[in-house]
């Protein structure tokens, strides 16, 4: 069964102070990783997809990266209005029509 | 920007009533989806779609069906609700690259 497992569940931050949150997956033959950022109220927002192991992406003061078991989301320099949820998901190759198995989420809260 | 809008934002129904939840999306996109999202469980699939008139069951499906008759609006049917079917519904929108979703604002249903 595909298991996407999100490390910690919740994290409180100073402004500026730099972190990053966990995916671990074990799904059969990875097709891609995909972050989301959900804002309270609202729909995930999409932020990033890995292909493949070493692959890296970067928007603002985020940057994903994927290992063969893993995928970081390193926040840098954080600020309050990078509070949210972040999810993780994946899709296993040969999954039909998107099907993306999703983690819990962490809970990001950056505080001033 | 895509836009994916939902039919309302909060709905509270009375147990064995039927409900129906819609979605719009405007990028003529050919897959589209709808989750659930309870607390400690994540996002779960009900139902996909990847064409008009075409549905494959997700991971929840018992209790609801779906209807997609034009390509921009899937619907989302409790036949007969349930308290346990109280959540927050989030449908989404996929092209090309189906695993890259767009959300809408979700809608939260309260089931007494």
């Known amino acids: 069964e595909d298991q996407v497992t999100q490390s910690p569940e919740a994290l409180r931050l100073q402004e500026g102070e730099s972190s990053s949150l966990n995916c671990s997956y074990t799904v059969s033959g990875l097709r891609g990783l995909f972050w989301y950022r959900q804002d309270p109220g609202k729909g995930p927002e999409f932020l990033f997809t890995?292909?493949?192991a070493g692959e890296e992406k970067e928007k603002e003061r985020l940057k994903a990266t994927l290992t063969k078991k893993e995928s970081f989301l390193h926040i840098t320099a954080p600020k309050p209005e990078d509070s949210a949820t972040y999810l993780c998901?994946?899709?296993?190759?040969?999954?039909?029509?998107?099907?993306?198995?999703f983690g819990q989420g962490t809970i990001l809260t950056v505080h001033p | 920007d895509v836009k994916v809008t939902q039919s309302s934002r909060y709905l509270v129904k009375r147990t064995g009533e039927k409900v129906f939840l819609e979605c719009v999306q405007d990028m003529d996109h050919e897959n589209m989806f709808w989750y659930r999202q309870d607390p400690g469980l994540g996002l779960r699939l009900i139902y996909f779609s990847y064409d008009v008139k075409m549905k494959e069951k997700g991971d929840i499906p018992e209790g609801y069906s779906v209807s997609r008759e034009k390509k921009e609006r899937f619907s989302l049917i409790l036949e007969s609700a349930s308290t346990n079917q109280t959540s927050m519904y989030l449908c989404?929108?996929?092209?090309?690259?189906?695993?890259?979703?767009?959300f809408g604002p979700g809608t939260r249903l309260l089931v007494l």
């Open positions: 890995l292909y493949s």
């Open positions: 989404a929108s996929g092209g090309t690259s189906p695993e890259t979703q767009y």
């Open positions: 998901a994946a899709v296993a190759g040969g999954t039909s029509y998107g099907k993306l198995t």
